[in-house]
């Protein structure tokens, strides 16, 4: 390929679609990304004016469950994306190259276009012992990472594991897995959270970033605001239900069956950040709470710890699997109980003398009154 | 005690019993529909959820209290500038070297006599005894807690820029559910600390018959003088 690299539509023309085909198609990205109507004159300029974004796609500790969800990704058709409008250069699941010849693309994708490929980044880096429990062709992930992390455009942690650790973080921990944002510094990352994250917001992050070549407004995790601004909770259509207080009490009770809220059965929508209720999964067609299950609050920071996933408090640490923060605060109110007991009874043996004390020295001025009247 | 003339002294000012009785019923309001938040009972509603809204209400009030809550506090603060010296901001922070020792020798004098009952004789302390004050400050910072993670969950639920000052806190904890977590295990905080409270005045009242109760209401406590 010599001279200027081709923009998206000029690609697109040479492999027979309409100026149509690629307008709509323009509007399937737009509407991903959460962009309104206004804004699609500006998608349309940059895939009219913009060559094919470079893009590396790393895998470390992770069960590729990322990737199973973006193949998944109904609306900007995914192989569009992958194969046509980005230029996925390297990533270990997808891609038909292997072994030095993999290599070779992932190098050739860092040295040609330094400064200007995308990192992505599914799955957490393990930091014990060197980084040595995740190691691809010879290298630690640790390496890898900062390596492709100093020259690229712009980061994009998938998933949990990328953005928080994920299961690999959880107690104990024994790799060390951290998530990308605490081990590179300097570089704009988006954290895309979720076990894995819906494919829809994993799409609608990269349609931004290819669109406007800036990152999309980010909350304080770190997480496109577009999709993680709003709680589970906030967009479930069985909120009703719980602003009425009608609960499902036991997983096969009558309240289950007529759809009631979950909340008592531990359902994480109230602390969680993310679109289910909106997008919902698989071409929109449900998501946990309409399924039944509540929600385990999978894009939240540990929420692996945060378990048993059935009850709303969080087992108490060190006290138990059973023990929560109630219990806990009943025995602590019941000592303060026993305590104000025996305090009680200690001051009428100790202060026996000082209470009659008074009483008596009350006593004759009563008396003197009495005498008076009398 | 003999020769001795009780007087009394006007020790807490209007501000500071308004805000007493107005913290007080927060605190109550707060806890209660705290843990009803925290733990919902079972509501015999019948019928289609948009007739009621019952837990939203329970949630309404406990929203309303807490700014109630965050303002009487922010005016105790205030209080503790301008109002008297027994409502004054060193009676609970004592930050001169001699104020310190002061309040630490009548602390260790009440965990003598009060307390451990080491001590029968009772003590003289007219405003807050220095242990109480210490331990008010404690509760002035478990009242900071609350409204920090509280605000802080009700920012993404609100436009207003108060809750959204305290939006910091729930990256910073890691997240809605530690925020939640730790928002619910400090209400223990405020029902152990009115158990031992409330015990407390009937105690001194008991014991000792200066009207420490009354004073919440009238604002007098009763000395006694030597002549």
Redesign the interface.
Same mark, same amino acid.
């Given at each position: 390929m010599g001279g200027a690299p081709l923009s998206i539509w000029e690609q697109a023309r040479l492999q027979g679609h309409s100026r149509r085909d690629f307008l709509q198609f323009c509007s399937w990205l737009a509407a991903a990304a959460g962009i309104q109507a206004s804004g699609l004159s500006q998608v349309v300029h940059a895939l009219d004016t913009k060559p094919r974004l470079p893009v590396v796609w790393f895998h470390f500790q992770e069960c590729t469950c990322c990737s199973e969800s973006f193949i998944r990704s109904s609306h900007p058709i995914v192989s569009d994306i992958i194969l046509d409008k980005i230029s996925l250069d390297y990533t270990e699941t997808l891609q038909a190259a292997a072994g030095h010849q993999a290599e070779a693309a992932l190098h050739e994708t860092m040295t040609k276009h330094k400064g200007e490929y995308l990192m992505l980044v599914e799955g957490s880096v393990p930091s014990e012992a060197d980084g040595v429990y995740c190691c691809i062709a010879g290298r630690t992930a640790l390496d890898i990472v900062r390596e492709a992390a100093a020259d690229a455009k712009a980061i994009v942690a998938w998933g949990s594991c990328a953005s928080n650790g994920c299961i690999q973080a959880s107690r104990p921990n024994p790799t060390g897995a951290t998530p990308i944002h605490q081990l590179i510094s300097g570089k704009p990352t988006i954290n895309v959270p979720g076990c894995p994250p819906i494919a829809e917001v994993m799409a609608g992050t990269i349609v931004y970033l290819l669109a406007f070549e800036r990152i999309p407004q980010l909350d304080? #995790?770190g997480r496109p605001k577009a999709f993680y601004?709003?709680?589970v909770h906030?967009t479930c259509y069985r909120r009703?239900?719980?602003?009425?207080? #009608?609960?499902v009490?036991s997983f096969d009770d009558e309240n289950a069956k007529r759809g009631?809220c979950l909340?008592?059965m531990g359902c994480?929508g109230?602390?969680?950040?993310n679109s289910c209720g909106v997008i919902r999964w698989n071409n929109g067609v449900s998501y946990p709470i309409q399924s039944g299950h509540g929600c385990i609050?999978c894009s939240?920071?540990?929420?692996w710890d945060?378990g048993p996933f059935y009850r709303? #408090?969080?087992s108490f640490p060190g006290f138990g699997i059973e023990t929560t923060?109630?219990t806990?605060?009943v025995a602590?109110?019941a000592v303060?109980?026993a305590g104000?007991a025996a305090?009680?009874i200690?001051?009428n043996i100790?202060?026996r003398?000082?209470?009659a004390?008074?009483i008596s020295?009350s006593t004759p001025a009563t008396k003197g009154e009495g005498e008076s009247h009398g | 005690?003999n020769g001795a003339t009780i007087e009394r002294v006007y020790v807490w000012q209007l501000p500071v019993r308004l805000y007493h009785w107005v913290n007080a019923a927060c605190v109550a309001t707060l806890a209660v529909t705290g843990y009803m938040i925290?733990?919902?009972m079972?509501?015999p509603?019948i019928g289609e959820?948009?007739?009621?809204?019952?837990? *939203?209400w329970?949630r309404f009030i406990h929203f309303v209290a807490a700014f109630v809550f965050f303002f009487n506090f922010l005016g105790r603060i205030y209080w503790g500038f301008a109002g008297n010296r027994y409502a004054h901001w060193d009676q609970f922070l004592p930050l001169t070297p001699r104020l310190l020792r002061k309040q630490w020798r009548e602390a260790v004098e009440v965990m003598k006599v009060d307390?451990l009952?080491a001590k029968?004789?009772?003590m003289e302390s007219v405003g807050h005894n220095a242990l109480a004050g210490w331990t008010y400050f404690l509760s002035f910072l478990a009242f900071l807690f609350q409204s920090v993670t509280g605000f802080g969950m009700y920012a993404?639920?609100s436009d207003a820029w108060l809750p959204h000052m305290f939006?910091?806190i729930?990256?910073l904890m *890691? *997240?809605?559910?530690?925020v939640?977590?730790w928002h619910?295990?400090m209400?223990?905080f405020f029902?152990?600390f009115s158990?031992?409270h409330v015990?407390l005045v009937f105690?001194h009242d008991?014991?000792e *018959?200066r009207g420490v109760i009354s004073s919440m209401a009238g604002g007098w406590k009763f000395v006694e003088r030597r002549k």
């Open positions: 304080g #995790l601004s709003r709680r906030d009703p239900n719980y602003d009425a207080g #009608l609960f009490e009631y909340y008592k994480r109230p602390v969680t950040y609050g939240e920071a540990s929420f945060n709303h #408090l969080a923060a109630d806990v605060g602590v109110g303060t109980a104000i305090h009680a200690t001051t100790r202060k003398k000082v209470i004390e008074g020295e | 005690m925290g733990r919902p079972t509501v509603v959820a948009s007739f009621s809204y019952f837990f *939203g329970v307390i009952q029968v004789e009772p993404a639920m939006a910091w729930v990256p *890691g *997240g809605d559910f530690a939640r977590q619910h295990m209400m223990w029902i152990v158990m031992i015990y105690y008991y014991v *018959g």
